[in-house]
């Protein structure tokens, strides 16, 4: 979807990401929601513009932790299986992403994000983003925050 969206561009500094989240919602609806039976709502800022340098690895932890929810969070027969997607700004420099499920939840003992190839690679992302990712106490389901700089120092000029 990355590679799609910026291929006819020329601007690598200010990709708007509700377009990229809105597609991938709608993909994601095409490919597994209607089958599955999954709802996704995403609200994001509309004035969130990252460079490709951070929106990449940036939905690259979103799709991970989304397609974690898909595989794991759902019994067959569970009702309103939905996923939501929250991106806001904090400040002029800080990015926030909250990323919840309604399903079963993880096991609370296991919170340590250690023992799989996806908390492995959402871990690495997140530390090539220079973020900071944690586990949210919510009521039903999973749910993470993303702490993410919109800005980095070394961010392309061009």
């Known amino acids: 979807l990355l590679h799609e969206k910026t291929y006819n561009t020329s601007d690598f500094k200010n990709i708007n990401l509700k ?3 809105d597609d991938q919602d709608s993909k994601l609806k095409n490919l597994i929601g209607l089958r599955a039976g999954i709802t996704f709502k995403s609200t994001v800022e509309d004035d969130i513009t990252l460079s490709i340098e951070i ?3 940036l939905l690259l932890v979103v799709d991970e932790l989304t397609m974690n929810s898909i595989k ?3 019994p067959e027969d569970w009702p309103d299986k939905t996923i939501t997607k929250t991106f806001r700004k904090i400040d002029d ?3 926030e992403l909250i990323i919840k499920d309604n399903g079963v939840g993880i096991d609370k003992t296991k919170k340590d994000m ?5 908390c492995e690679i959402i871990k690495n992302l997140t530390k090539q983003l220079d973020g900071n990712i944690s586990y949210l106490d919510v009521e039903n389901g999973t749910g993470f925050r993303l702490l993410f700089p ?9």
């Open 72 to 74: 794991h969070a759902f």
């Open 150 to 158: 919109l800005t980095m120092e070394h961010t392309i000029s061009k």
């Open 19 to 21: 377009e990229y989240i």
């Open 93 to 95: 420099n800080t990015g």
């Open 114 to 118: 250690k023992h799989s190839l996806g």
């Open 55 to 57: 929106i990449t690895p």
